[in-house]
């Protein structure tokens, strides 16, 4: 209202002067076209000006003698233009690359121009998410922000993504940051099932942050230290990821398309030897599934093996593509279809969105839809409100079982089938003529892949709801209160069927889980702006949140089923129910002052007290505080003129309180529906109709529990020279995380497993770096360059007393990854046995090294990433990659190990059927060393003791890699080939990503390979079974605007 | 103006602070309770217990101790590796948290509330089952936890003993027979137990519990004599005392046909064999023996080589890894009557035929002064009853003691022991916990060290389990050798 009042009176103002003057008009537009409303026209040297309307149109009158035009714009270049003869003047403006007047969101989806704030936050935008965009928005951040780390685990469609950022700072787990979008807190829940499910066949069920569809995203704000979130609380202690949703953009209605269609297949397979058949030394044997160690097959040719399918013998020929056959072509298909508009009443997006994922694994799917609002509208000029809600429905079909210890799980049966097997065969011959399932071994105990694909899929679905709604009222000119209440509900079921004639699970089971989570967030905010004088300004913000999060999950086990295909627990001869519930429930209050001086000093002090329902009622209430200052030495010192045209300098301090899970307080017993029992499902309760109470395992923290405490302190600079030609952004933080609810391991003899204490310090110090070139810009080329390098060093500053070292979560025979003092997270085991020298000692009865005592193996999360991309464009052509490179750290891998054990790959053809003196020492009665020179039998005794469970180092390695990310090409109809049609745009592009694997050092598998998921303790460590292997993927994109 | 939004924000801070406390109390878990009556604890602790004999435990003791053999066919680690002494961290890990963090803890609580609600009898059940499980944990490991074990205030909610002390074996057995005098002391055969439905062991029969809690303390003092030769005159007052497990007294936990509840040693061959014995075979020590003697037991345990024109039981030799395919197994349920391999094959705990044998041992080595005239009695006693278990036909039962048992009168006092030793380890065919430890008494039959062992000498205890050494700063420092003995294992 008042920008039209403004230029009502602008525009009589000028036809007042008329007669005496001419009268300058035209269009302001942005350089893609967009016409600029509010734009600001200044005949210079006059009061003479003028604002843009809804249609960038502008008129101004110019006084004799003048002849300048001002045209400015926040965000743009400001122009000086000469008055020409024209009295029509059409201006583009180019967006502005210094940072200057770049807007983020902040905590609670404040805005906020970035030269305020005292803390790190790098933006990503929606274009960059929704080129080569990956159907899960996460994976599409990889590489693109300093002190994020994404870590893709599966190639599974819908499978999950690990977040991490500037490392982790719990003991507990936990480590992700909080996920909000347009103000609002969502889940991104990631429950896997417990440790041994996932070890035991688990499948990679994805996470919530995942739901969202790329193309609703206006922006991304990674928020990564305490003091960018006081305001949030306790979730946000590990970093925030803002994200904020498009809404209609100024002017007509405008429906955008866009659509992709890719093609996918594995990144990597493991190479495999193609010249031993199945057997053990030398012999010949398809009813074990031992199956690279028999004879050579270039010495058995001419004679008849029995093999599968078991029915008649035959020779025996190499299948070398055998592994890859079984994956197809996976095909994605992402569209989005929106349309918008924005007047007087208000602004509307609605959005819908579709993704089709066919991974290359058959039957795997993923199916998501996602619909979309987002509109806002004022009713008074003091009132003004808006909402956004977001529905999706997801199907992921088939998702494919990892680990071991299930007959379900699918690559041990892909990658381990005998190097003389046919992909046909095996489609085959999925039963005999009885209906009997023919195993992959003549002892019938490895199911055929394809009859697990076909007859025992773990599907789920996932209908979710979340948006929120916000009220704004302007209480006086500079009093604003603002309310707002979003809501996160989803309830997801999973169905995890192994059919009857399953080998391993004759008689057959299923299991149905549904997890339901409800989060309501309430905010309330009073804010109250105040110019002091000319150059002081001040800003105050009060509120008040509630928090409230509802979660249930129930499972059914129904085992035996007497009827075949028929999962009804009631055709079962057994159940076993579970049901687990929680609500945990949060009050805070907090403020935000902020002082604003001749606009390049900035200071915040920030403080929030929080309530919690989960601790003890006398240690429930906390206070934490926060300090942030911005400094912005360029316009202080008006240095803006000169080489350096931004630099700002920023340092915060913050402390961040937390709570406790629910219920882990009181000594209380449960009723007990299960039994642990080796090998086989657990056995139930009740027994002999007799129901069983146990009591707790973990001996509960009882009424002396405090809250968690984080400090963060961090410094840093934002410089750009040469007009934002080069930009540099780094920053040092350091993260002190103490008082940590952990469960400590004590020995079992006490009658427990654990204790649940409040101890342990852990300390994440890092530097972030952000670099960007545009070595080239011209009117038609323009290249640009960035670089974000992470430096993240963790440090056990403390655990209890008399613990030095405590374990976050094992894996298999002896595999675990632990907290040590002194020491970063790290992956522990067996390490071969060595003596002072270092030297690997070797077993001079069998030539073999042994295994010794549990040593560290190495970091879990890498020394350094580097993220490197580039953007070219020429005319209406762009082409743009990104390369994401990570050294150190290390990964376990037992998939290589049981590739290796069973002599399927390639390097176990080395040295077979000759003799193999392995590298070492050995021992000499007087306690001295030799050279060793002992032989081992054989290759099939030195893989095997070298991937045996007993030793962990054999497959440890290092973690380093570099890939390609993604690739685009795109080229944009000229708007001349557009004018004058429906179409106001029109993009073509080809995407492709994880195109390549340029370097890694672990053999075989994708280096990145993870399977414990997102939500175990130490869960982002690499530590993979059988994962699916990650997928390449390359497409097409068509992009429209009308 | 002012003063009405002033007056609104008190009151609405008013209502937010009032109805704060109630919004934020619900810290009560609504999945688990505060409290739980002794009976059903106690049903989970002794079903623990037989689960982790049976399959945990079980396999992996029995080839170790030769009672069976894994015959190295399926190269499956898990299943032929114990008999090599080289144990899964799972078997020693999953059977040590089943005793302590499990059956131990579970009864103190059960211990407790019997205190609490004044039922000694539940009680004295609770305390009998602890007993058992120390017992059991002592003759695996030796040095274990006990004295200072599940030291826990649980109204504090607090561990008194972080790292408990491992007592020498010797003090643990005499705790474990004072836990059983406490035991019987608590028995008033005048009154129910609240434990009565919830005992699948005897159904509150607490004259059975007496005579159980007594046979348990007669087997601790046979373990301890040889270490301990004082408990020689405990043992021939017991023997003459009597009041022990008779024909009919047999503890034993009962596992049912209803899925869920199936003995699990079942539901593994069951799972990934489709009910046939792929991973276990007979030892050639007992099936040898077996065969030489005529017992008519053999079919009962192992089932013949189906193939060729003369079915045959022949046993695997301990620690082989590449035995001929198809080797004989383990009976499995196509055998007709009682068979080791079943849904519903109990976990027997105490039989008769053992006690009687131990009787017939006390006579035989003068513990007791019934003389070898009785001892013989009682060893036929024990062979008919072990006999029955299995349903063997009394014609069949009678040729063998004609036969193949020799008149315990007729044989010098070491001769006699063998033939009991012998027999007691026949019958232990799936109870390798006592098999095991009556064998380290007697060291009969001799055994050879399995092919491919970890050690040069036969095992005479577990490892430890790491978590245990690595958690507890009491543990001991240096770990002990497989072939090291312990302390009552000293004949």
Not at chain 1, 823 to 832: N, R, V
Request: hydrophobic share 40%; glycine share 10%; net charge negative.
């Amino acid at each position: 209202m008042k920008q039209i009042s403004l230029t009502l009176m602008l525009v009589l103002f000028a036809m007042g002067f008329a007669l005496s003057q001419r009268t300058v008009s035209g269009t302001i537009s942005s350089s893609d076209g967009e016409p600029l409303i509010g734009a600001s026209v200044l005949v210079k040297g006059t009061n003479n000006g003028a604002v843009t309307d809804i249609d960038g149109k502008y008129s101004v009158s110019v006084p004799d003698g003048s002849n300048i035009l001002v045209v400015s714009y926040t965000g743009y270049n400001t122009l000086e233009l000469e008055i020409g003869a024209s009295n029509i003047m059409d201006v583009t403006l180019d967006e502005s690359s210094t940072l200057l007047d770049e807007i983020v969101v902040t905590a609670l989806g404040v805005e906020r121009e970035k030269k305020e704030l005292g803390y790190a936050v790098t933006t990503v935008d929606g274009e960059d998410v929704a080129n080569a965009r990956s159907g899960n928005v996460l994976e599409s951040l990889a590489g693109r922000v300093p002190g994020l780390r994404i870590n893709t685990s599966s190639g599974t469609a819908g499978g999950s993504v690990n977040v991490l950022i500037r490392g982790a700072n719990s003991l507990a787990g936990g480590n992700g940051p909080l996920f909000v979008v347009d103000g609002a807190p969502i889940s991104n829940n990631a429950f896997n099932g417990t440790r041994n499910e996932i070890i035991g066949g688990g499948v990679d069920v994805g996470n919530r942050a995942s739901d969202i569809s790329p193309d609703d995203i206006e922006s991304i704000s990674v928020l990564k230290g305490a003091s960018a979130v006081a305001l949030y609380g306790q979730r946000a202690r590990d970093g925030v990821i803002l994200i904020k949703t498009k809404r209609a953009r100024e002017g007509k209605i405008s429906v955008d398309l866009n659509t992709s269609f890719r093609f996918s297949n594995p990144l990597r397979l493991p190479d495999f030897q193609n010249e031993y058949a199945s057997g053990n030394f030398g012999q010949y044997d398809a009813d074990v599934f031992v199956n690279g160690w028999g004879p050579k097959l270039s010495e058995v040719q001419g004679q008849n093996f029995r093999q599968f399918p078991f029915t008649e013998e035959g020779p025996l020929t190499a299948q070398p593509d055998n592994v890859k056959d079984f994956f197809e072509t996976g095909t994605t298909f992402l569209n989005n279809i929106a349309i918008s508009t924005r007047g007087d009443m208000g602004d509307l997006r609605v959005s819908y969105s579709y993704l089709d994922d066919k991974s290359f694994v058959p039957g795997n799917e993923l199916q998501r839809n996602n619909l979309s609002i987002n509109g806002g509208t004022s009713f008074t000029n003091k009132l003004r409100a808006r909402a956004s809600i977001n529905y999706v429905r997801l199907e992921g079909l088939n998702r494919p079982r990892q680990g071991s210890n299930s007959p379900n799980v699918l690559l041990n049966s892909i990658y381990g089938m005998a190097r003389t097997m046919s992909v046909d065969d095996l489609r085959n011959n999925l039963q005999d003529e009885n209906g009997a399932t023919i195993g992959l071994d003549g002892n019938n105990t490895t199911n055929n892949p394809f009859y697990i694909v076909e007859n025992n899929p773990f599907n789920n679905a996932v209908d979710r709801l979340y948006g929120n709604v916000e009220v704004n009222y302007d209480i006086l000119p500079w009093l604003n209160v603002l309310g707002r209440v979003g809501t996160d509900v989803s309830r997801e079921s999973r169905r995890n069927i192994t059919s009857k004639g399953t080998l391993g699970a004759i008689n057959g089971l299923f299991e149905d889980r549904s997890i339901y989570r409800r989060e309501l967030n309430t905010d309330l905010m009073l804010t109250a702006r105040k110019d002091f004088n000319e150059s002081l300004s001040g800003t105050f913000l009060v509120g008040w949140n509630t928090n409230d999060i509802y979660f249930e999950n129930t499972r059914l086990v129904a085992n035996d089923l007497v009827a075949e295909k028929v999962y009804n627990p009631a055709n079962a001869l057994s159940t076993n129910n579970q049901r687990f519930e929680s609500t945990r429930r949060l009050v805070g209050g907090y403020f935000d002052f902020g002082i604003a001086y001749n606009d390049y000093l900035f200071f915040n002090v920030t403080g929030r007290n929080d309530v919690s329902s989960t601790l003890p009622k006398d240690n429930n209430s906390y206070f934490y505080p926060g300090v942030s200052t911005s400094f912005l030495f360029s316009e202080a010192f008006n240095l803006s003129d000169g080489p350096l045209s931004y630099g700002k300098f920023r340092a915060s301090f913050a402390q961040v309180g937390s709570d406790e899970l629910p219920y882990q307080l009181d000594f209380l017993f449960t009723p007990a529906a299960d039994i642990f029992t080796q090998f086989v499902p657990n056995n139930t309760f009740p027994i002999g109709g007799q129901s069983v109470f146990v009591g707790p395992d973990l001996l509960p923290a009882g009424q002396a529990l405090q809250p968690q405490a984080q400090n963060t302190f961090e410094i840093g600079t934002e410089l750009q020279f040469f007009n934002g030609r080069i930009g540099v952004d780094f920053t040092y933080y350091n993260t002190l995380t103490s008082e940590q609810i952990v469960s400590i391991s004590v020995a079992q003899s006490t009658g427990f497993d654990a204790i649940r204490q409040n101890v342990g310090k852990i300390r994440n110090s890092g530097i972030e770096g952000l670099l960007t070139v545009t070595p080239v810009k011209t009117k038609d080329i323009t290249w640009d360059l960035f670089f974000n390098y992470t430096a993240n060093n963790q440090e056990v500053v403390e655990l209890a007393e008399g613990l030095d070292d405590l374990a976050l979560t094992s894996g298999f025979s002896g595999l675990s990854v632990r907290a040590e003092k002194g020491e970063s997270f790290g992956l522990y085991g067996s390490a071969w046995a060595r003596n002072d020298d270092g030297d690997i000692i070797i077993d001079e009865a069998t030539g073999l090294r042994q295994a010794g005592d549990r040593e560290r193996l190495g970091n879990i999360l890498p020394d350094f990433q580097l993220g490197i991309g580039t953007g070219f464009t020429y005319k209406n052509f762009s082409l743009s990659a990104l390369v994401d490179i990570s050294v150190g750290g290390v990964m376990f891998s037992r998939t290589v190990s049981s590739l290796r054990g069973q002599g399927l790959a390639e390097e176990t053809l080395e040295n077979r059927g000759q003799i193999f003196i392995d590298e070492g020492v050995i021992e000499l009665p007087d306690g001295t060393f030799a050279p060793n020179n002992v032989p081992v039998r054989s290759m099939q005794d030195f893989w095997g003791n070298y991937t045996n469970n007993s030793n962990t180092e054999g497959s440890v390695f290092d973690a380093d890699f570099a890939k390609l990310r993604e690739v685009t090409l795109g080229y944009q109809l000229p708007t001349s080939v557009t004018k004058g049609t429906f179409i106001r745009s029109l993009t073509i592009g080809l995407e492709a990503r994880n195109l390549w694997l340029i370097h890694s050092k672990v053999p075989h598998i994708d280096p990145e390979a993870s399977f414990f998921g997102p939500s175990l303790i130490g869960g982002s460590a690499n530590v993979e079974f059988w994962s699916i292997p990650s997928a390449r993927s390359i497409g097409i994109n068509l992009k429209a605007q009308f | 103006m002012y003063n009405k939004y002033f007056i609104l924000s008190l009151l609405f801070l008013v209502v937010l602070g009032t109805s704060c406390e109630d919004y934020l109390d619900v810290n009560e878990d609504p999945n688990r309770a505060t409290s739980a009556p002794p009976g059903p604890v106690f049903t989970g602790a002794i079903t623990q217990y037989s689960t982790n004999r049976v399959i945990d435990l079980g396999p992996a003791l029995s080839t170790a101790a030769q009672l069976w053999s894994g015959g190295g066919t399926l190269g499956a680690g898990v299943f032929t590796r114990p008999e090599q002494y080289n144990f899964s961290i799972f078997t020693t890990g999953n059977t040590w948290r089943a005793y302590y963090r499990d059956i131990q803890k579970d009864l103190s609580l059960a211990v407790i509330g019997a205190q609490e609600i004044g039922d000694p009898n539940a009680e004295a059940q609770c305390k009998i089952f602890q007993a058992f499980t120390f017992y059991s944990t002592t003759v695996l490991w030796g040095d274990v936890p006990f004295s200072e074990a599940i030291n826990v205030d649980f109204t504090t909610i607090e561990i008194n003993t972080l790292n408990p002390a491992f007592d020498p074996q010797q003090e643990v057995l005499e705790g474990v027979l004072n836990l059983l005098d406490e035991g019987i002391a608590l028995i008033d055969e005048t009154r129910p137990t609240v434990i009565t439905a919830n005992d699948l062991i005897y159904k509150g029969d607490m004259s059975k519990w007496r005579k159980f809690a007594r046979s348990l303390k007669f087997r601790t003092l046979m373990t301890m004599v040889d270490a301990d030769p004082t408990k020689a005159d405990e043992i021939g007052r017991m023997v003459s005392e009597g009041g022990m497990i008779e024909a009919g007294d047999d503890a034993i936990f009962p596992f049912f046909s209803d899925p869920g509840n199936q003995n699990p040693f079942w539901g593994t061959l069951n799972t990934f064999a489709g009910g046939a014995n792929l991973f276990y075979f007979g030892g050639d020590v007992m099936v040898e023996l077996m065969k030489a003697d005529n017992d008519p037991r053999l079919l009962a345990y192992f089932e013949p080589y189906p193939g060729g024109s003369d079915p045959e039981v022949m046993g695997a030799p301990a620690g082989v890894q590449s035995f001929p395919s198809n080797p004989w197994v383990l009976t499995t349920s196509g055998v007709s009557g009682p068979e080791l391999v079943r849904p519903d094959a109990p976990d027997v705990l105490f039989p008769y035929s053992e006690q009687a044998m131990l009787e017939a041992e006390a006579m035989v080595r003068g513990f007791a002064s019934e003389g070898l005239a009785e001892a013989d009695t009682r060893l036929r006693a024990g062979i008919t009853d072990a006999m029955n278990n299995y349903d063997i036909d009394a014609t069949a039962i009678t040729d063998y003691l004609d036969n193949s048992i020799p008149d315990l009168t007729t044989l010098s006092a070491d001769d006699a022991r063998a033939i009991i030793a012998e027999q007691l380890w026949i019958d232990c065919i799936i109870r390798p916990l006592e098999g095991y430890t009556h064998w380290r008494r007697a060291e009969i039959p001799a055994l050879p060290v399995p092919e491919g062992a970890l050690t040069t000498n036969f095992i005479r205890r577990l490892p430890y389990p790491p978590d245990e050494i690595n958690a507890n700063t009491s543990a001991p420092s240096v770990l002990p050798t497989v072939d090291e003995r312990l302390w009552f294992d000293n004949n």
